[in-house]
Each structure stands twice: as C-alpha cells, then as structure tokens.
C-alpha cells in the first residue's frame, strides 16, 4: 500500500457522507450519512492490496465456474457478488474461540445480537429498527420468498424496476408468482425510475413490490424523494414494499444510503426490510440475514406464514455479531478503496478499452458495464443465434448451478460472457441476466485487490485488441 492510497483513504473516511438527509419512521430527525457517527471499532489492520486467493477453497466465484467451464483457463472471477479481502480480524477471532468448546448441541443466538442490529443501523444510519420486530433469515432471498408467500399467491405479479438483481426472478418464480418489470430510463448517464410505467404497474392489481436500495446492478443510492416517490405510489395501490438492502453498506464517496423505512411513518408502517453482514463484511458462506418492519402485524404475518428462523447457524450469528460491534472502520476503510476502485476502472476503460463505457456507479461494489459497441463488433447476436441453433440439432447441453441438465442455447450476453471467458480470461455476468434493459450490458464485480483488478483490464484490453 503506498502512502498515497493511506492518504486518500484517511482523507475519505473524514469527508464521506458529509452530506445528512432528513426523515425517520418515527418523525424528523438526522439520518446519518455513511461514515459518521459514533465507532466502536479499532483499527482494522487489514491490506486491502494484498486481496486474498480463494482458488482452491470451493470458492463458486473461482473454483464452481472453473468446474462449469472445463478446459477454460480463469484469471479472474468476477461474476459471483463477494469479496476476495480477508475479513474483519475480530470475526475470525470469535470464530475460533468458539470451536474451542468442542460440543455442537442446541445454542442460543448472542444475546447481544438484536441490540447490535439497532446499533448498528442508528449508529451509521440514524435508522430507528424495532428490536421486538426483528426476524432471522437464512439469507436476504428466504426472507424475501417468505414475505411473498405471506402476502400473496400463486399466480400473482411481483414489480420490479429493471435492470434488477437475477436472483429475485428465480425467488419470485419459486413463490409460483410472475415478475412485472418497470424498465429504467437511462437519463444524463443515470438510471431513472420510468414513473408512468411504474404507477401504471401498481395500479395493475400488483400486491407487492421489491425495492433494491441501493439497486444491483445499476448500483442507484435511491434519494429520499426518489423513495417517498415510489412509497406514495405503492401505499396509493395497496402495494407492500419489500426492501432489500443488503448493499447499504456499500456507498461510494459522496453518495448517500437513504433507509426506506427512514422516510416516513407511513413508509415505514407499509414495508418491510431485510439486511444482513453477509456482503458488508464477506460473510455470504454463514447464510445469515435478517428482516424487520415498523409494523407488528406485518411481521405476525410473516410468522403466521411458517417463517421459523429463530436458531440459524451459531457460527454465523456469532460472526454477523462480531461484525456489527466492530466493523466500523473496516467499512470505512474498504469503502474508500472500493472508490478508488471504480474511478480506476472508469479510467482505465476510458484511456485504453474505448469500446466498453463505465462511470463510477454510486452504491454497492458492482459495475455496470455498457458493451453495446463490443457486442456489435463481435457480431454477438447473430453468433448467438447461430450457436443456439448448432446446438440444438446437435443435442449439445449444459448443467446449470442447480443441476439441471438442458440445451445450452444463448442469448446475445451468454455469447459475450463465453467470450470474455475465452479471450480475456475472466467471468463476467450478462446484462440480460438483470431483466428488461440489461441487453448490451455486463456486470463486474471490483471488490478485489488492484493488482487483480488490473490483470483482468489488461486481459480485456489484450483481447479486444486482437480483434
């Protein structure tokens, strides 16, 4: 680490979210912007130059992908949203004392583990989270696919602003449910809510709506009028808002996270949000998450569902817990790098990769790259077609990561995705992954040391030169 980036960093985590915007769930008062507040925590000690291998630890960003492309050769893994950085010392700390006690019987959860969940949030957020309204999940998406369960039914439509995270139509789909998705508007090189389609889908009968704050993979830090915007809607329509702000975390110097449930009682009485420590602090493996509401009868409701979470995985309770104590300045600290992360990439593409197009997204560690110009050099939709259709009279097939085995047919991103793959070496998600307007698009993932993150550039830069 050189003496600038300790500069930068120390420079960030005094300046970052100077900005404090207003609204609570229980009246006006400050909502502590990223980085402020009062830290429990110590230094962090962690490099975040010196990354982390994970090949060779069943790391699905490394090693599954590996195993779905054999006879591919993978420098970088960047498709799987989690981090290559070690994680916060205090959590690997806990973790190894308790395996000290060597029986594995019926354990309850920390019993600090719900105030450090309120802390957390009014410390860096000014949030106000009901401790007695606060449910266990096996993750953001079991929550998720539990609120849907319990407040809709078969056959019903789910909205979603698009491009939105893949993983939400899979969920939807295993409620028996249906996606209705709002395109964005792209507006000044920033995605806007498309607002006549968005009322006009509510109004549609729609019972229920998922709110990604800040939005994967458009990376949007949604302002508080843009939230009240959407809230005023859904509330109008009888639409319950599912807000899944598991990103929140991840803010980019000078922007804002904007809790959904801070802008308002009526907001707040009329959602319900889930979080969780598993992407703020690397955490995904411990299947740890958790939701809550303002409104007791919404979380009765979701009880009432068969949503029984109380005893999770101890090992990962006792992690998320570690790491709501003490992780203030290990997310600060990895949120200047993450910043100077995305300005790099958004150099690098502009000074040398001309046919890709990036600007600093706003939250989240995602990157949302526009490949239009790549994708109609390489021709991608028509070999596409043509692939699909070689590979239909040939019977050619491919397992996916649930072990189904079908066609492998292609779509335009499927083609550039294997093209990256082959050519520059890294893995990369298709745009049309993330629903309407996600064509001539591709996500990467920068939470990765620089040295990586500039291997795999100048593996891009190398392969589209030899076009």
């Not at 409104?295 to 949503?307: S, T």
């Not at 490949?371 to 109609?376: C, M, N």
Request: charged letters at 20%; glycine letters at 8%; hydrophobic letters at 35%.
């Amino acid at each position: 680490m050189n003496d600038k980036t300790k500069l930068d960093r120390r420079f960030f985590m005094k300046t970052a979210g100077a900005t404090a915007l207003f609204g609570s769930a229980l009246g006006t008062v400050p909502a502590i912007a990223k980085g402020m507040g009062q830290s429990t925590s110590m230094s962090t000690t962690i490099n975040f130059d010196d990354g982390y291998n994970r090949v060779g630890t069943n790391s699905i960003k490394y090693d599954l992908i590996k195993m779905f492309n054999p006879g591919k050769t993978l420098d970088v893994g960047m498709g799987i949203a989690d981090m290559d950085f070690k994680t916060l010392p205090q959590v690997t700390a806990a973790l190894k004392k308790r395996l000290e006690t060597e029986n594995w019987g019926y354990e309850i959860p920390p019993l600090d583990y719900p105030g450090n969940i309120v802390d957390w949030n009014k410390r860096r957020y000014g949030a106000d989270v009901p401790k007695a309204n606060i449910l266990n999940c096996v993750g953001v998406l079991d929550g998720v696919l539990s609120i849907l369960n319990a407040f809709g039914e078969e056959g019903d439509n789910v909205l979603l602003t698009t491009p939105n995270y893949s993983s939400f139509f899979t969920t939807i789909h295993q409620a028996n449910m249906h996606e209705a998705m709002s395109e964005m508007k792209m507006v000044n090189g920033k995605y806007e809510v498309d607002w006549d389609d968005f009322e006009a889908q509510a109004a549609s009968g729609i019972k229920q709506y998922i709110l990604c704050n800040p939005q994967n993979p458009t990376g949007n830090c949604w302002t508080a009028d843009e939230l009240r915007r959407m809230g005023d809607i859904c509330n109008n329509n009888g639409v319950l808002v599912i807000a899944d702000e598991i990103h929140c975390d991840f803010v980019m110097e000078g922007q804002t996270y904007v809790p959904y449930a801070s802008i308002g009682e009526e907001y707040a009485q009329n959602s319900i949000t889930l979080k969780s420590t598993s992407k703020s602090f690397n955490l995904a493996a411990h299947r740890t998450g958790y939701m809550f509401s303002h409104n007791r009868a919404y979380i009765d409701k979701v009880l009432k569902g068969g949503h029984q979470r109380l005893l999770l995985n101890i090992m990962g309770m006792i992690a998320s817990n570690e790491a709501l104590k003490h992780g203030d300045t290990y997310i600060d600290e990895q949120n200047a790098y993450l910043t100077e992360n995305a300005r790099y990439v958004e150099k690098y593409c502009a000074d040398n990769i001309p046919l890709i197009k990036y600007n600093v997204h706003q939250g989240t560690y995602l990157a949302w790259l526009d490949v239009s110009a790549l994708s109609e050099k390489l021709d991608a939709k028509n070999k596409a077609i043509e692939l699909t259709a070689y590979n239909i009279e040939n019977n050619v097939t491919a397992t996916d990561f649930f072990g189904v085995t079908s066609i492998k047919k292609y779509g335009t991103g499927d083609y550039l995705k294997e093209w990256f793959m082959d050519n520059a070496r890294i893995d990369i998600n298709p745009g049309e992954n993330y629903g309407k307007g996600g064509m001539g698009y591709m996500r990467m993932n920068l939470a990765t040391n620089r040295k990586t993150l500039t291997l795999a550039l100048g593996n891009i830069e190398k392969a589209i030169n030899a076009l």
